[in-house]
């Protein structure tokens, strides 16, 4: 191995000089050492494109992992060069490869409707499930968003509210329209809901409760994200639904979604769901690259004028 003495002065630095840890120290070493091994050559002499195959060769390696490795690379070379050894930086053009984007998981509009189907039975429990599945699927709202719903935000019956004032991240409040079957299903749950009010045990839990739209015995008063969790996979295995393939946050992907493939704007999705970036809202465009295709093809102007020109 090449540079022992070049290592050990830079690892010196980092202890002295910038207070890093032991661990940090230890992981360095490591990651330096191996960087030696791999170009065989005096670090003095190295390329970008030594750099390159190197961080190439460590592809299958968990991100922060490499993040990491390629850390220990530019901040070692810095440091050649402030001692005068070096006078180009050869990991300065090298970037970390990108995280991939993971595509959201979401339901099929059918799905959906199975997992409503299962829940016809007009049993008390099955009400509150029902009023929980209908404002996530027609609101696109946060889990923490919708169990800590006041009761206030609704009246008594329900009918008639077009919208809810939902405050987000960052105590940021924004609209969220209610079509009439959520409006439907609240009302009905809001009938059998002071039956889960007197299951509660606790004065001050009771309180809090109270002031809840879905109160529970949780010490906030109210069900828990973890709970409409689990009774939404219960509710999936019912629908002979894959229990793995739902959640919450499954049933917001949904909402957007299947907005999205019924034509609304990305710029409304995106103040749906609370979204402080429009790039954040983006990745629903890729769950419907054919769908937008399809309605390029047949709906733009200059598509009309070509189908026109052929006839």
């Known amino acids: 191995m090449h540079s022992p003495l070049y290592l050990d002065l830079f690892l010196e630095m980092m202890a002295s000089e910038r207070g890093a840890s032991f661990q940090t120290i230890a992981a360095y070493r490591s990651d330096l050492v191996l960087f ?48 005068g050894l070096l006078h180009n930086n050869p990991t300065k053009r090298i970037d970390l490869p990108k995280k991939e984007k993971k595509l959201p998981k979401y339901l099929s509009v059918e799905e959906v409707e199975k997992l409503f189907a299962v829940l016809l039975e007009k049993k008390e429990e099955n009400l509150r499930l029902l009023a929980l599945l ?5 609101t696109g709202l946060r889990v923490t968003e919708l169990v800590e719903l006041p009761l206030s935000a609704f009246s008594h019956p329900p009918k008639d509210i077009p919208f809810l004032v939902i405050k987000g991240k960052g105590g940021k409040e924004r609209l ?126 200059l598509s009309q004028r070509k189908k026109r020109q052929t006839l």
């Open 36 to 83: 030696f091994q791999h170009i065989q050559k005096n670090p003095l002499n190295v390329s970008d494109i030594d750099i390159l195959t190197f961080v190439e060769a460590q592809k299958e390696a968990k991100r922060a992992t490499l993040s990491r490795k390629l850390s220990a690379l530019r901040q070692f070379y810095a440091f050649l060069m402030t001692e």
């Open 176 to 301: 969220v329209p209610l079509n009439q079957s959520a409006l439907q299903a609240v009302c009905d749950y809001i009938y059998v809901r002071p039956s889960f009010l007197a299951a509660i045990k606790g004065p001050n839990i009771l309180e809090k409760a109270r002031l809840k739209l879905f109160p529970s015995s949780s010490q906030a008063g109210h069900l828990t994200r973890q709970r409409v969790g689990q009774l939404l996979k219960r509710t999936a295995l019912e629908a002979g639904i894959n229990p793995s393939r739902i959640s919450p946050h499954v049933m917001r992907h949904a909402f957007a979604t299947h907005l999205l493939h019924k034509g609304a704007d990305l710029l409304s999705i995106q103040k749906f769901l609370g979204h402080a970036d429009i790039g954040t809202t983006e990745i629903y465009t890729h769950v419907i690259t054919d769908h937008v295709t399809h309605l390029v093809t047949q709906h733009h102007p």
């Open 134 to 138: 209908e404002l996530l699927y027609a």
